[in-house]
T-cell receptor, first 118, second 113 residues
Framework: NAGVTQTPKFQVLKTGQSMTLQCAQDMNHEYMSWYRQDPGMGLRLIHYSVGAGITDQGEVPNGYNVSRSTTEDFPLRLLSAAPSQTSVYFC?????????????????FGPGTRLTVL | DAKTTQPTSMDCAEGRAANLPCNHSTISGNEYVYWYRQIHSQGPQYIIHGLKNNETNEMASLIITEDRKSSTLILPHATLRDTAVYYCIVRGFNAGNNRKLIWGLGTSLAVNP
């Protein structure tokens, strides 16, 4: 298993540009989420999904869109990049508690995407 | 979800046990204690979790006090590769669809040769 993969690893954007951060997992996890991590702050939840076709907002959703057309993929879209979105972005996945197995909040994280917006 | 308090930083000698404390005095009966770590520039990594009983796996041991108001993560023989930020998180089981884990700033553990 590759686990959770994220692309790109690094990205530099200009203010106003749009882009999509890719996230994929091969563990058949139902739950996926996006976090951002900024210096001096803990990870903050942007958006999450409990299954294909179902997404919802976390605590800092403004400026970001998500969709979940397949179980494996959960892309994060920046609509119009702003310097405040300079951050490290992590994607995570975990089992649904309904599916049994490992405790549902054992989350598996990708390696991160380091985004700079100029 | 209960809040947690951890020391900002700790040091440990290589080969010795690293004991990382966490205070969660407002924990409620259905809330689990989770530990994750984040090695520099990498994604967080799950270590262990527990509810009431002490737990052990291949990475670490988790000791939870009887009143569940605090816990200690033990790395029995710390190596240089254990240098990381360690996060203690408390969350209820099946606390709804929003599996938001409240991440504090954790404890920065430095394992010294």
């Amino acid at each position: 298993n590759a686990g959770v993969t994220q692309t790109p690893k690094f990205q530099v954007l200009k203010t106003g540009q749009s882009m999509t951060l890719q996230c994929a997992q091969d563990m058949n996890h139902e739950y996926m989420s996006w976090y951002r991590q900024d210096p001096g702050m803990g990870l903050r939840l942007i958006h999450y999904s409990v299954g294909a076709g179902i997404t919802d907002q976390g605590e800092v959703p403004n400026g970001y869109n998500v969709s979940r057309s397949t179980t494996e993929d959960f892309p994060l879209r920046l609509l119009s990049a702003a310097p405040s979105q300079t951050s490290v972005y992590f994607c995570a996945s975990s089992y649904s508690w309904l599916a049994g197995g490992t405790h549902p909040d054992t989350q598996y994280f990708g390696p991160g995407t380091r985004l700079t917006v100029l | 979800d209960a809040k947690t308090t951890q020391p900002t930083s700790m040091d440990c000698a290589e080969g010795r046990a690293a004991n990382l404390p966490c205070n969660h005095s407002t924990i409620s009966g259905n809330e689990y204690v989770y530990w994750y770590r984040q090695i520099h520039s990498q994604g967080p990594q799950y270590i262990i979790h527990g509810l009431k009983n002490n737990e052990t796996n291949e990475m670490a041991s988790l000791i939870i006090t009887e009143d569940r108001k605090s816990s200690t993560l033990i790395l029995p023989h710390a190596t240089l590769r254990d240098t990381a930020v360690y996060y203690c998180i408390v969350r209820g089981f099946n606390a709804g669809n929003n599996r938001k884990l409240i991440w504090g700033l954790g404890t920065s553990l430095a394992v010294n040769p």
